[in-house]
Structures are given as C-alpha cells and as structure tokens.
C-alpha cells in the first residue's frame, strides 16, 4: 500500500505554545487528507478534512482556529496546535487518500503513524 | 454528522472460533461502510469494505454484512487465528461529502 509519513512522531511543549505537525504522502498524490484524533480507549474521532489547495472543513465542536490546517500541495499537510492547552494532549494521526478509483468503489485511505503530542 | 456506534468494545475468543462485531450507523445517506485492523503500536489498515448496494462480501475468513433498513453492518472473523488480535473498526461514509465516521473500536483478543 502506499506509504504516508508523520512528524513528529512525539511532541512535548508547553501550554500556550504551538506546535505544527507534518502529514505526508510518500508515494501517491493525496487529493484528500484526513485529521484524527485517537483517544485512549481506542475511538478515531474525525477533526477535520482538507483537500489540496482549498480550506479544510471542520467537524462539528472543532476549533478550526485553534486546529489550523493546511494543504498546500498533493503531498503534504500540516495541523498546527495553537495555544496549546493541557487538555490538547492526545494522539493526532493523519490518513491520506486519492479518492475511491472508480465512482463508488473502494475508498482507501492510507494512514500516518501519529503523534503523540503531550501539552504541560 | 453520522453516528457510529460499535459493540462490542472487547471480545475474547478461542482459536478457531468466530468472531462477530457489530455496528450501527444513524445517517441513512451513508453508503460505504470500510472496516480497518489496528494491531498494537501499528497504524490502522483496511481489511475489507463494503457499499450500499450490496448485502454482502466475503475475502477469505472475513465477511462483512449490511442491513440498509436495519442500518447495521458486521464483521465476521471465521476460523479465528492469534494473528487475528487487535482492535478492529467500523466506519461509516458518504462519498459525495468525503467524511469517514469510526465506531469507537472493539479489541479482540484470540487466545491459543
């Protein structure tokens, strides 16, 4: 399958600092890149989905200031965590995906190793 | 947005015995329905899939079936194997809006 990077792979800053977090797509053009959050007890809860070139689209109680996200080429995005609080402190993992291969078929997403970002 | 709700959230089973996760969705426009395995420190990975228009679809021991009235859909684990351990997850999507919706996970544990 195709290979989608993440850096950092851990991240410890301080509250009220930033920290940016790089998701990229190896050896495919990613039309689409998708933002998760993995919560300990094991849910992939959906943040935010981007596609190359335009503004993400935040789901619903997700701070889209607080959360930026950015999709500048078919390869690379990157969330950055603004003014991190403690309660930011979570596993990020990014997928990438060209979109399903013919209309209606399988959807694949491929997807990064995560971050696990520590906010004290 | 879609509700996707998973159960169980463990399941222990005997090697060679199924196995059977069970998922509901709330958004009746949802038509691809991806299940992924997550082995432990390792990123999700899909496993197998299936769309609206079908009942259901085997690969090997794995199946998955949809009840589009029901809005339900499970994974079946035939012939369990050690291997098999990990956390599985549901998804829920609908292609024109490009969202993917997981169920909260269930670990399943296969004991030798």
């Known amino acids: 399958g195709a290979v989608v990077s993440q850096h950092p792979s851990r991240v410890i800053c301080k509250s009220g600092t930033s920290v940016k977090i790089e998701c990229r797509s190896l050896?495919?053009?990613?039309?689409?890149m998708f933002w998760y959050r993995q919560f300990p007890k094991q849910s992939l809860m959906l943040m935010a989905t981007?596609?190359?070139?335009?503004?993400?689209?935040?789901e619903q109680g997700v701070e889209k200031d607080k959360f930026l996200i950015n999709h500048a080429s078919l390869t690379l995005s990157t969330l950055t965590v603004t003014s991190a609080h403690p309660e930011d402190s979570s596993f990020y993992i990014c997928?990438?995906?060209?979109?399903?291969?013919?209309?209606?078929?399988?959807?694949?997403?491929?997807f990064g190793p995560g971050t696990r970002l520590t906010v004290t | 947005g879609e509700n996707v709700e998973q159960h169980p959230s463990t399941l222990s089973v005997q090697e060679g015995d199924s196995a059977v996760i069970k998922c509901t969705y709330s958004d009746s426009a949802s038509n691809y329905f991806p299940w992924y395995k997550q082995e432990l420190g390792k990123r999700p990975q899909l496993i197998i899939d299936?769309?609206?228009?079908?009942g259901e679809k085997k690969d090997q021991r794995i199946a998955v079936t949809l009840n589009k009235t029901a809005k339900h859909f499970s994974l079946h684990i035939t012939e369990t194997q050690p291997e098999d351990s990990a956390v599985y997850f549901c998804a829920a999507l609908i292609y024109n809006f490009n969202k993917f919706y997981f169920g909260s996970g269930t670990k399943l544990n296969v004991k030798p």
């Open positions: 050896d495919f053009q990613a039309t689409t």
């Open positions: 997928s990438a995906s060209s979109g399903p291969r013919v209309p209606g078929g399988t959807y694949e997403q491929y």
């Open positions: 981007s596609n190359e070139g335009s503004k993400a689209t935040y």
């Open positions: 299936i769309r609206s228009n079908v």
